[in-house]
Nanobody, 127 residues
């Protein structure tokens, strides 16, 4: 089993940046596909992006493409979500999730595809 803990959330003004961390314990995260999802009040949880274990390839939702970047530091057993040019509509609880499965032509963008989840971290972007 792998345990995930997110951190780095907070309050930021529109146009600002935040970096979220997803730290793993119990297993080495380097062998897992990791994704970020977010959930705004009253909305369903939505896919943000994912990073593949084998070669660290990434894929992003259109809403964050060009502004958000996912990376991993295997030495720290951590995956990061760098968020730049933040907008008020990015306000949400952000969750990281991990899976032993990998993706190829079909991106793993659905919640059910991930076995392990963190507790979430709140990001609030003020206008």
């Amino acid at each position: 089993q792998v345990q995930l803990v997110e951190s780095g959330g907070g309050l930021v003004q529109a146009g600002g940046s935040l970096r979220l961390s997803c730290a793993a314990s119990g297993r080495t995260l380097s062998g897992y596909t990791v994704a970020w999802f977010r959930q705004a009040p009253g909305n369903d949880r939505e896919f943000v992006g994912t990073i593949r274990a084998s070669d660290s390839s990434t894929y992003y939702a259109d809403s964050v493409k060009g502004r958000f970047t996912i990376s991993r530091d295997n030495a720290k057993n951590t995956v990061f979500l760098q968020m730049n040019s933040l907008k008020p509509e990015d306000t949400a609880v952000y969750y990281c999730a991990a899976s032993v499965r990998s993706w190829g032509a079909l991106i793993m963008s659905a919640q059910w595809q991930y076995e392990y989840w963190g507790q979430g971290t709140q990001v609030t972007v003020s206008s």
